[in-house]
């Protein structure tokens, strides 16, 4: 059975910084490229950032480039998301997920976690 449980959300103020984890069991990890998305309460679920399996490329949203950063550690099955100058925009539950490639489609993406809330104050 796949798993991917996310942990680090938060409140933070405007400006701060937070990283979020992303734990995976049940699949070949690093044969999974890894993606973050977020759906803030009335909007459509928006891509954030991919990360290739083996971790050799990266892709990122506008929104996100150059406040954010996705890395994975593939001998603890492991990806992260360090998020810096965070805006209240940023604001959403955030989910992981995995895709036999890289993708900002969600709808290319086999499995899911259940999400952490990242809040961020004006």
């Known amino acids: 059975q796949v798993r991917l449980v996310e942990s680090g959300g938060g409140l933070v103020q405007a400006g701060g910084s937070l990283r979020l984890s992303c734990a995976a069991s049940?699949?070949?990890?690093?044969?999974?490229?890894m993606g973050w998305f977020r759906q803030a309460p009335g909007k459509e679920r928006e891509f954030v950032a991919t990360i290739q399996w083996r971790g050799g490329d990266t892709y990122y949203a506008n929104s996100v480039n150059g406040r954010f950063t996705i890395s994975r550690d593939d001998a603890k099955n492991m990806v992260y998301l360090h998020m810096n100058n965070l805006h209240p925009e940023d604001t959403a539950p955030y989910s992981c997920?995995?895709?036999?490639?890289?993708?900002?489609?969600?709808?290319?993406?086999?499995?899911w976690g259940q999400g952490t809330q990242v809040t961020v104050s004006s």
């Open positions: 049940g699949l070949s990890f690093n044969s999974y490229a």
């Open positions: 997920a995995a895709a036999w490639r890289m993708a900002v489609d969600p709808t290319l993406y086999d499995y």
